[in-house]
């Protein structure tokens, strides 16, 4: 199947400092992707849908100033979580889908677990 | 209102044994797509097995098959002779024509955990 690779798979940082996570699609054209927020033992939450050359689709009560996201090309994808607080701790989760048609799967990368001190 | 409805937050197994995790839809659309997805505690998700609303047969793939209930609005994952690897959080999710730009609706999750 697809690959999609998230870098870096696990960072800590301080509050305040500003975090950027990377997702790839290794082998195949992604012109969406997708941004989730998980939180342990619960479902993923999807905090923003991003768009190859144009601005990226924010879900309701997700804060865009916060959460920077930019896809740079048809491959990369990028999360920055600005001046980031300990309540910014979780895991973060990227996924592409091969087409539009429901029929496809979308492949996710491996997620990022963030935790800010 | 939700788009995917897994009612049970916890299930427990045998070893060797089967078992099935619930999964209800809501949709209008008549054409969309049914997945399952497990994540274990490594946090990756993993791509278990897809049913499209106009296939005819359930979907099988190795130990785990789909049974699909179209009047019901059920898609429910069997998971045949269970292993130990198998204990790890499961999610339904569907796409329709009306979701945006291919999103996929994910249901609360089953915590499946099996012993020896």
């Known amino acids: 199947g697809a690959v999609v690779s998230q870098h870096p798979s696990w960072v800590i940082c301080k509050s305040g400092t500003s975090v950027k996570i990377e997702c790839r699609s290794l082998d195949f054209q992604a012109t969406t992707m997708f941004w989730y927020r998980q939180f342990p033992k619960q479902s993923l939450m999807l905090m923003a849908t991003?768009?190859?050359?144009?601005?990226?689709?924010?879900e309701q009560g997700v804060e865009k100033d916060k959460f920077l996201i930019n896809h740079a090309s048809l491959t990369l994808s990028t999360l920055t979580v600005t001046s980031a607080h300990p309540e910014d701790s979780s895991f973060y989760i990227c996924?592409?889908?091969?087409?539009?048609?429901?029929?496809?799967?979308?492949?996710f990368g491996p997620g990022t677990r963030l935790t800010v001190l | 209102a939700q788009k995917i409805t897994q009612t049970q937050p916890g299930m427990f197994v045998q070893e060797k044994e089967a078992v099935t995790l619930d999964c209800t839809y809501d949709t209008s659309d008549p054409s969309y797509g049914l997945f399952w997805y497990k994540q274990p505690s490594s946090g990756e998700m993993i791509f278990l097995i897809y049913?499209?609303?106009?296939?005819?047969q359930n979907a099988t793939e190795g130990r785990y098959s789909l049974n699909f209930q179209k009047a019901r609005k059920s898609a429910n994952l069997v998971i045949s002779a269970s292993q130990l690897g198998d204990s790890a959080m499961y999610f339904c999710?569907?796409?329709?024509?009306?979701?945006?730009?291919?999103?996929?609706?994910f249901g609360r999750g089953t915590q499946l955990t099996v012993w020896p």
């Open positions: 999710a569907m796409r329709d024509r009306g979701s945006t730009l291919g999103r996929l609706y």
């Open positions: 049913q499209g609303s106009y296939d005819q």
């Open positions: 991003s768009n190859e050359g144009s601005k990226a689709t924010y």
């Open positions: 996924s592409a889908p091969l087409s539009g048609r429901v029929t496809d799967t979308q492949y």
